[in-house]
Antibody, heavy 118, light 111 residues
Framework: QMQLVQSGAEVKKTGSSVKVSCKASGYTFTYRYLHWVRQAPGQALEWMGWITPFNGNTNYAQKFQDRVTITRDRSMSTAYMELSSLRSEDTAMYYC???????????WGQGTLVTVSS | QSVLTQPPSASGTPGQRVTISCSGSSSNIGSNTVNWYQQLPGTAPKLLIYSNNQRPSGVPDRFSGSKSGTSASLAISGLQSEDEADYYCAAWDDSLNGHVVFGGGTKLTVL
């Protein structure tokens, strides 16, 4: 069955970077969009961007354009989301989600908690 | 401040029918389909409705979606205690380079 397994929780210092991984199984990795969404404590979902694993094309939300990089390793069926220049407001649960389209998020990973403190 | 507008809370008793609204604009709901996600406490979101009114495999037909103009709604009939969750609407927005926008979420309480 389709599965997305994300890397474990991270604690980071203000100004540093974090890289979260998302390993896909149970489907052909290159055939689906891979989105990243975050959720700050008690807050709504916030879309960050997607990658098309087939060719590596990306589309980022304007808010994160300067700080986020989404990549993939086709041989490992794994996508990565790196967020730089971390600040306390980046403390959140980060989710990856796969989908056959760019418009909705069909299947979600379990989430990775990133905590940023000084 | 979320791009799509939802009521922060909704409630109903078991067996009742409840609806949750979602309001957007011409660049998102007005020109693209609406999707709904259910987030049970402490878990990852789950796709509940896509393309306005389609249910993924395994989602009960008690859940239904509709869209009209720049607004959409999610209806839950035969409300059950396990439906208590946060519900988010979302849509593709054509502005900028195109991106997904979410509503602020509605916390549904089953009384």
């Amino acid at each position: 069955q389709m599965q997305l397994v994300q890397s474990g929780a991270e604690v980071k210092k203000t100004g540093s970077s974090v890289k979260v991984s998302c390993k896909a199984s149970g489907y052909t990795f290159t055939y689906r969009y891979l989105h990243w969404v975050r959720q700050a404590p008690g807050q709504a979902l916030e879309w960050m961007g997607w990658i098309t694993p087939f060719n590596g094309n990306t589309n980022y939300a304007q808010k994160f354009q300067d700080r986020v990089t989404i990549t993939r390793d086709r041989s490992m069926s794994t996508a990565y989301m790196e967020l730089s220049s971390l600040r306390s407001e980046d403390t959140a649960m980060y989710y990856c989600a796969s989908s056959p389209t760019e418009q909705w998020l069909y299947y979600w990973g379990q989430g990775t908690l990133v905590t940023v403190s000084s | 401040q979320s791009v799509l507008t939802q009521p922060p809370s909704a409630s109903g008793t078991p067996g009742q029918r409840v609806t949750i609204s979602c309001s957007g604009s011409s660049s998102n709901i007005g020109s693209n389909t609406v999707n709904w996600y259910q987030q049970l406490p402490g878990t990852a979101p789950k796709l509940l409705i896509y393309s306005n009114n389609q249910r993924p495999s395994g989602v009960p037909d008690r859940f239904s979606g509709s869209k009209s103009g720049t607004s959409a709604s999610l209806a839950i009939s035969g409300l059950q205690s396990e439906d208590e969750a946060d519900y988010y609407c979302a849509a593709w927005d054509d502005s900028l380079n195109g991106h997904v926008v979410f509503g602020g979420g509605t916390k549904l309480t089953v009384l």
